[in-house]
């Protein structure tokens, strides 16, 4: 059974958790209570979720919780924040950053000739 969303909707379930500086986080329950000033980072699985075919993207890496997540909060985020909402379309335009291969060994890279 998976887990639901509320189980998983906490900032600390994020992949990206550790390294993130969006001050706008949809997992975060307090991110209403957040300013975004221009300039400043949005959020990557929220920008990812906009894209062409992201769904699939989300579940081939084990994250289609985390899809269902950015999809729930879009909406009243790009209501609230222009700059997101900018930003979001024009994420929507591009091609997802998101690795959908496992990742190369150090020493399959060296391999090569």
Known sequence: MSASIQEVSNVASCPKYESCSAPICPL?????NARHRPGERICFYLCEAQKEGAEAIFDSVGR??????????????????????????????????????????????????
């Open 64 to 113: 289609g919780y985390l899809y269902r997540l950015m999809v729930e909060a879009t909406s009243e985020i790009s209501n609230r924040y222009s700059v997101i909402r900018i930003a979001l379309a024009k994420a929507a335009k591009s091609g997802s950053r998101m690795s959908t291969k496992p990742p190369r060994s150090k020493s399959s890279a060296g391999s090569r000739q």
């Open 28 to 32: 975060n329950s307090n991110w209403k």
